[in-house]
């Protein structure tokens, strides 16, 4: 006895684009392709994990940098007041002797966006140093001042929706 040949139910001939588990087959590795490649663009764009901008040397996995500038600011007793407002950046000191002939090096850093970060080059004017120039208020600024040469520098936060921020040298009593 010969049996006649059996034909599928026309729900199994389906063609294999309309097959579920090949699409997860195929999709999923494909999506986790897609999202660790995603995920490298975004941590290479955010700069690097450091959020001090000094030169730093590793020596034996321990992370070195130079304070000479903060111990030379310390020595000379100095400390300074910064104020943003109006569209206005200034330099008040406060304490110490500072060099009042040159300019003065700013350096806002944003929290997180090392692209956002701002330096600025303050020119003697009036009591302190001045420029004009419009500062972001909607989040905290790193704030580092330093001499024209690099001799000596301050360090403070400028807090969201403030206008002014004391400065002071990191060793002793600063920042």
């Known amino acids: 006895m010969n049996r006649p040949e059996q034909t599928p139910p026309p729900e199994a001939r389906q063609p294999g684009w309309r097959n579920a588990a090949l699409w997860l087959v195929i999709g999923l590795p494909l999506l986790s392709i897609v999202a660790g490649v ?39 007793g100095l400390s300074a007041v910064l104020r943003v407002e109006d569209g206005i950046v200034e330099v008040l000191p406060a304490t110490g002797e500072f060099p009042r002939d040159q300019p003065l090096q700013l350096f806002l850093q944003h929290p997180t966006r090392k692209a956002e970060d701002i330096q600025l080059e303050l020119a003697p004017q009036g009591p302190g140093w001045r420029l004009e120039q419009p500062v972001e208020s909607g989040h905290d600024w790193v704030v580092q001042l330093h001499a024209a040469d690099g ?25």
């Open 38 to 76: 995603g995920l490298v663009v975004i941590a290479n764009r955010s700069g690097g994990a450091d959020t001090v901008n000094d030169p730093v040397r590793r020596v034996a996995q321990i992370q070195t940098t130079d304070l000479s500038p903060d111990a030379q600011a310390k020595k000379l």
């Open 151 to 175: 001799s000596w520098r301050l360090h403070g936060r400028l807090v969201r929706q403030q206008h002014a921020a004391r400065l002071a040298p990191l060793i002793g009593g600063g920042g």
